[in-house]
C-alpha cells in the first residue's frame, strides 16, 4: 500500500514546489518608527555579512530619515531598500509627504503600502491605498500592498469576504502588466507585534484568499506568479514553517527584523 502512495506524495511535493518556483520569495524588514540614521548604518553592516548567501529577495523598508544612510550601507550587498509610506500625487502642497519620484531617486526600490498601522492610526482607506499603489508602481517602484483582518471580522467570519475585497480594491486600475512589481503582504491584525503569530494553515488560507482574489480579476495563471506573503511576529523560531506552506513566499517583518541575528534566520529560511 504505502509503495502506492508514494508517488502521489511526489506529485503533489512537485506541484507545491513548481507553484512556488514561479515566484520570489521575498523577506522584508518594516521597520516602522524605529532607528536613527548613525543606527541604521550600524544595523546594515551587521545584517550584510549574515544575509549574504540569501537565495532569496531580503529587503528592508525603514523610515524616511533613514533612508539615505540605508542605501548607502547597503551599496554593494543584496540588500534592497524600502520605504514605509509613499503619497500618491507627484508633487505639491502636500505637507510631510514624500513622492514616488523622490523615493525612487534616493535609492528606494520597495515601498509598504497599507500597513494596517496606517489604516488604523492614519486614515487610510482601501481607496488610498489602490492610489499609492498606482503611484507606486508608475514610477517604478515594488509595492507591498497589506491587508489583514482584524480579530473581530475573523470572529464573524469576514475574513474571505474582507481580504478578497482589499486586495481587489488595492488593486483597481493596477495592469497585468503593473501587478508584476506588486507584492501582498497578508498581515492579519491580531497577529501584528503581539508576539501571537497565525498558525502556518491560517497563514496559508489568508494568503490563499488573496491568490484566489487575484485569479478572480487577473486569471489563476497570473496569480500564480505574485508574491504574496505573511506578516504578523513571524520570528526566528516560526518562519520555517511559515515560508513553507505553499501560498506563503516569504514575510514581512516588525519586530524581528531589527535584530540582525533574528533577521538572517528569517532569511535562511525562506532560502531553503
Ligand atoms: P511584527 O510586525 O512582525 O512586529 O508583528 C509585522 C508588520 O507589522 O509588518
Not at 473581530?152 to 467570519?157: A, H, M, S, Y
Amino acid at each position: 500500500m504505502l509503495i502506492g502512495i508514494d508517488p502521489y506524495i511526489c506529485v503533489i511535493k512537485r506541484r507545491i514546489i513548481m507553484n512556488k518556483a514561479k515566484r520570489q520569495a521575498i523577506i522584508a524588514g518594516n521597520w516602522k518608527m524605529n532607528k536613527t540614521p548613525a543606527e541604521t548604518t550600524a544595523l546594515i553592516n551587521e545584517m550584510k555579512p549574515l544575509v549574504a548567501d540569501a537565495n532569496c529577495e531580503v529587503v528592508l523598508c525603514v523610515p524616511f530619515i533613514d533612508i539615505a544612510a540605508a542605501v548607502e550601507a547597503a551599496k554593494g550587498s543584496n540588500i534592497k531598500i524600502g520605504a514605509e509610506n509613499v503619497h500618491f500625487k507627484a508633487s505639491g502642497a502636500y505637507t510631510g509627504e514624500i513622492s514616488a519620484e523622490m523615493l525612487t531617486a534616493a535609492g528606494v526600490e520597495y515601498v509598504v503600502i497599507g500597513h494596517s498601522e496606517r489604516r488604523q492610526y492614519f486614515g487610510e482607506t482601501d481607496q488610498t491605498v489602490n492610489l499609492r499603489t498606482l503611484a507606486a508602481v508608475n514610477a517604478g517602484l515594488k509595492a507591498i500592498v497589506c491587508v489583514g483582518e482584524t480579530l473581530e471580522q475573523r470572529e464573524l467570519g469576514y475574513t474571505e469576504t474582507l481580504l478578497k475585497y482589499q486586495t481587489k480594491m488595492a488593486l483597481t486600475n493596477v495592469s497585468a502588466e503593473q501587478l508584476k512589481n506588486v507584492v501582498i503582504a497578508y498581515e492579519p491584525v491580531w497577529a501584528i507585534g503581539t508576539g501571537v503569530t497565525a498558525t502556518a494553515d491560517q497563514a496559508d488560507e489568508g494568503n490563499g484568499y488573496v491568490r484566489a482574489a487575484i485569479a478572480e480579476v487577473y486569471g489563476a495563471e497570473v496569480a500564480e506568479t505574485v508574491t504574496i506573503q505573511y506578516g504578523g511576529s513571524m520570528n526566528a523560531g516560526n518562519a520555517d514553517e511559515l515560508v513553507a506552506k505553499v501560498n506563503v513566499d516569504g514575510g514581512l517583518i516588525g519586530g524581528a527584523s531589527l535584530k540582525a541575528q533574528d533577521f538572517s534566520v528569517i532569511v535562511k529560511a525562506a532560502s531553503k
